[in-house]
């Protein structure tokens, strides 16, 4: 028996977002519902004290604060929990999120440094940032491949990729989410852009996946090209 809260979730989403697959306009418009109306133990501060998730955000910071990175971009930053934890650190956070998202994160959860845009066409210069955070994200993106080459590009010479994920096949359980990932497909992906430097796993604890979290450094690229951000 479905309870009552995912049987209506299941006749919205086929009725409003019956055609997610089809192009990126309408998955973005299906994540935006999603991000809206997850239940309360999803992507909220009673998630986050989670033991998996607890430990992911634990290990995360470490990575960061060992590293000494100043500039941290939080792509994709839900309710900020974990960029709130890397700026304990000492490290200056600026977050993004999808439109109406970013609002939300601002205004319900108190991101104080928050950006509306699409993680595949970040609006900042070349190597702006020491570290780019994607922490449950890339399962998310229409396209995960432009997302690195965004990453890549505002990542500034040696500096650092942090990628957490849920691993494996049973990843797709979550309707959210339209693509899974390993170790050897990130690494492989990633590939002449980074050199995979950590990995860490958790889980599964409480979840149908484990989690496995991703340190990579970014190769030197002189053929880079310029990307300047627009202004009115």
């Not at 999808?98 to 190597?127: H, Q, W």
């Not at 690229?221 to 990307?227: L, Y």
Request: net charge positive; with cysteine; aromatic share 10%.
């Amino acid at each position: 028996m479905f309870h009552p809260y995912w049987l209506r979730r299941l006749v919205i989403r086929e009725l409003l977002y019956g055609r997610r697959y089809n192009n990126k306009l309408e998955w973005i418009k299906w994540q935006i519902f999603d991000a809206y109306t997850s239940t309360p133990q999803h992507g909220s501060e009673i998630s986050y004290r989670r033991p998996v998730n607890y430990a992911r955000i634990r290990i995360i910071a470490d990575m960061i604060k060992s590293l000494g990175s100043n500039m941290v971009l939080d792509v994709g930053c839900g309710d900020g929990a974990i960029g709130k934890a890397v700026e304990k650190v000492g490290a200056e956070v600026t977050s993004t999120e999808l439109p109406l998202i970013a609002m939300m994160a601002k205004k319900r959860y108190g991101v104080s440094t928050v950006i509306a845009c699409d993680a595949e066409n970040l609006p900042f210069c070349n190597e702006t940032f020491d570290m780019v955070l994607a922490s449950e994200l890339v399962e998310h993106l229409w396209s995960p491949q432009k997302f690195i080459e965004e990453a890549y590009r505002v990542i500034r010479n040696k500096g650092h990729l942090i990628i957490a994920t849920p691993e494996g096949p049973e990843s797709l359980r979550y309707d959210a989410h339209k693509h899974y990932f390993t170790v050897e497909i990130l690494e492989k992906m990633l590939n002449g852009k980074f050199a995979l430097k950590q990995v860490e796993k958790l889980g599964p604890i409480c979840a149908p996946t484990s989690t496995i979290i991703l340190l990579f450094q970014k190769i030197e690229n002189s053929t880079m090209p310029a990307h300047n951000v627009k202004t009115d």
